[in-house]
C-alpha cells in the first residue's frame, strides 16, 4: 500500500496516511480533526534504510523541522 502525504488546510500540520488508493475518501487530519486536507506532492524511495536517525540540530526535541514542517521529535526524518 503506497503512503499518501497531506497538509491539513486548519491547522497547516502535515502528516503521511497508508492508503490503499488515492480515490477513496480523503483522510481526516490526526492533529485537529478536520477534514479539509490537501493531498501534497511528494517523491518516492527506491530502497529503504535501515539506519537509524540521526539527531538533527536544526530541530530541537518537539520544534518545527525545516525539513518537512512539522515535528521531528529531535530526529531529522531527511537524516
Known sequence: ?????????????????LLKSSSGPKPECPHCGSKEVKKQ?????????????????ACPSGGQCPSVGQGCGGHCPMG
Open 1 to 17: 500500500m503506497p503512503i499518501f502525504e497531506y497538509q491539513c488546510q486548519a491547522c497547516q500540520a502535515g502528516f503521511e496516511v
Open 41 to 57: 506532492l511528494s517523491g518516492f524511495a527506491v530502497g529503504q534504510s535501515k539506519a537509524p536517525s540521526l539527531a538533527c540540530d
